[in-house]
């Protein structure tokens, strides 16, 4: 999306290993940062997200940090599974409506 | 217990053909949205509604329009189908417009030859 850049656009990882996405913005009235799990043939879902008011949150093996200052925001899993490869989106909510980054195709071999 | 379905699955039509998609969800939302997601997976906002009014009308063709009978149906009907529509379409909902969870529904594959 123009206004949400997310890299690596592909990520290939051994099963056990952590995986690290990273997206930066440019609004700086965004302050809802979701992230969606895009499974082949399947529509996205939300797998973690973050507000502005909120450095860091987890869930399990799931992990995201928020710099505001910077504009950046990642997305962090630890000990990968086959089951986790999938295209992951970031977004930001911009105006109420959901920018969504590029997507990064992780591959977790095992 | 499907929450947001879409009919239908697969779509193949010729170029200059009207086709619409339908969604509906079960899960009480206010606010419904079409998504259109191209050959290289980027996802884009189309339209949202909220308790049946139209809230964002992104720069799309005309030949797109949306329609909400009640909040839980928005249903997407394109005129002229061209081979630059071709992609997936995905219905979302979520209870309220922005910062929101938005559950999205399984997707539309629509080619048009």
């Known amino acids: 999306g123009e206004n949400v850049e997310q890299h690596p656009s592909t990520l290939s990882v051994q099963e056990g290993d952590s995986a690290v996405i990273k997206c930066t913005y440019s609004d700086s009235a965004s302050n809802y940062f979701p992230w969606y799990k895009q499974e082949l043939g399947k529509g996205p879902q939300l797998i973690i997200d973050i507000r502005s008011n909120v450095g860091e949150k987890k869930d399990q093996r799931i992990a995201v940090t928020l710099n505001k200052t910077a504009k950046h925001f990642s997305l962090h899993i630890t000990e990968t599974q086959p089951e986790d490869s999938a295209v992951y989106f970031c977004a930001e909510d911009s105006w109420g409506k959901l920018q969504f980054g590029a997507g990064t195709q992780v591959v977790v071999t095992p | 217990d499907t929450a947001v379905s879409q009919t239908p699955k697969y779509l193949v039509t010729q170029m200059g053909n009207d086709k619409s998609i339908k969604c509906e969800q079960n899960?009480?939302?206010?606010?419904m949205y079409w998504y259109k997601q191209d050959s290289k997976k980027f996802l884009k906002i189309m339209f949202s509604y909220n308790n049946k009014e139209l809230i964002i009308n992104e720069t799309v063709p005309n030949r797109f329009s949306p329609k909400s009978p009640d909040k839980a149906h928005l249903n997407l009907h394109i005129n002229s189908l061209e081979l630059g529509d071709s992609a997936v379409y995905f219905c979302?909902?979520?209870?309220?417009?922005?910062?929101?969870?938005?559950?999205f529904g399984p997707g539309t594959r629509l080619l048009v030859l």
């Open positions: 899960l009480g939302h206010d606010t």
């Open positions: 979302a909902s979520s209870q309220e417009p922005g910062q929101e969870t938005q559950y």
